[in-house]
């Protein structure tokens, strides 16, 4: 996992990282970050995790939930599965460890 990168080739960031010639650059492997628990927001999710985003909060939300060891979210609906449209999710359920319905009253946007 990672990428490679000539950002920071030739300097002292490459000190211990993985290098390599690509093409007529020399590149660093970068790795991901990790994060051992993300909160999240959706505004539905079903029974089985898969969540739907409204407007910007798709932007890193659904990112953020593949990233960490552990991801909780909350949520302004949960349905049954199969009631959310397949092209609207934009999270698979795999991803999700905890669904918390959001109280009413919050009237926060997701």
């Known amino acids: 996992e990672g990428f490679y990168t000539p950002t920071g080739a030739g300097t002292v960031i490459e000190e211990g990282k993985e290098k390599r010639g690509i ?15 993300a909160l999240i927001r959706a505004h539905k999710a079903d029974g089985m995790g ?5 407007g910007t909060s798709r932007s890193f939300n659904a990112i953020m939930a593949t990233a960490a060891r552990i991801t909780i979210v909350e949520v302004d609906e949960i ?3 199969g009631e959310l449209e397949p092209e609207a999710i934009a999270t698979p359920g795999i991803y999700v460890d905890r669904i918390v319905k959001r109280p009413k009253g919050d009237e926060a946007e997701a």
């Open 50 to 54: 898969n969540l739907v985003f409204r």
């Open 23 to 37: 093409g007529d650059k020399e590149c660093l492997l970068e790795l991901p970050l990790r994060a051992d628990y």
């Open 79 to 81: 349905v049954e599965p």
